[in-house]
T-cell receptor
Framework: GNSVTQMEGPVTLSEEAFLTINCTYT??????LFWYVQYPGEGLQLLLK?????DKGSNKGFEATYRKETTSFHLEKGSVQVSDSAVYFC???????????FGGGTRVLVKP | EAGVAQSPRYKIIEKRQSVAFWCNPI?????LYWYQQILGQGPKLLIQ????????DSQLPKDRFSAERLKGVDSTLKIQPAKLEDSAVYLC???????????FGPGTRLTVT
């Protein structure tokens, strides 16, 4: 079956530091890949997505590139802010049924 | 545009009691999902509806969990009887279907004591 593995947190950073959250996946077909973010007290929100190999998703300064050869979709941001403190989830879906399979989540804490 | 609504936001019950959660999806969204998110883990799909029909309920513990989506709009998820391991956040999401984005509600945090 499908699975998503992402680095465990918490990840603690200072403001303006570089952030990387690793995500690798296992899938039988050609999945679409997503990063969702969950801010404190709020619901899950889609951060970015990529639907085919070599696609780059980007939003709010975050980027992730769909790497089929390494089955990875690492999330990066060049300069984090305190407001980026949240839990980040990597996820995938295969076209049939659109069922999302999530990783375990990575908590990020940005200190001023 | 109104988002996905869920109620209640919090619920505390004793084991062996029953509980029900309600979800109102975004207007016009044909597909509705219920996920269970145990503390420290990613959400896990429990059941997926397309209009008022079940598409996938393979991960739903059917001996105690049930869900319905009458008239293809609102949905209710029920647990009867609850166990301690059911303590989790129950998330409802909706989408237009296919590979369209899923929009999540704020969730219901259930604590079973």
């Amino acid at each position: 079956g499908n699975s998503v593995t992402q680095m465990e947190g918490p990840v603690t950073l200072s403001e303006e530091a570089f952030l990387t959250i690793n995500c690798t996946y296992t899938a039988t077909g050609y999945p679409s890949l997503f990063w969702y973010v969950q801010y404190p007290g709020e619901g899950l929100q889609l951060l970015l997505k990529a639907t085919k190999a070599d696609d780059k998703g980007s939003n709010k300064g975050f980027e992730a590139t769909y790497r089929k050869e390494t089955t990875s979709f690492h999330l990066e941001k060049g300069s984090v802010q305190v407001s980026d403190s949240a839990v980040y989830f990597c996820a995938l879906t295969e076209a049939a049924g659109n069922k999302l399979t999530f990783g375990g989540g990575t908590r990020v804490l940005v200190k001023p | 545009e109104a988002g996905v609504a869920q109620s209640p936001r919090y619920k505390i019950i004793e084991k062996r009691q029953s509980v029900a959660f309600w979800c109102n999806p975004i207007s016009g969204h044909a597909t509705l999902y219920w996920y269970q998110q145990i503390l420290g883990q990613g959400p896990k799909l429990l059941i997926q509806f397309q209009n008022n029909g079940v598409v996938d309920d393979s991960q739903l513990p059917k001996d105690r969990f049930s869900a319905e989506r009458l008239k293809g709009v609102d949905s209710t998820l029920k647990i009867q009887p609850a166990k301690l391991e059911d303590s989790a956040v129950y998330l409802c999401a909706s989408s237009l279907g296919g590979i369209n984005e899923q929009y999540f509600g704020p969730g219901t945090r259930l604590t079973v004591t």
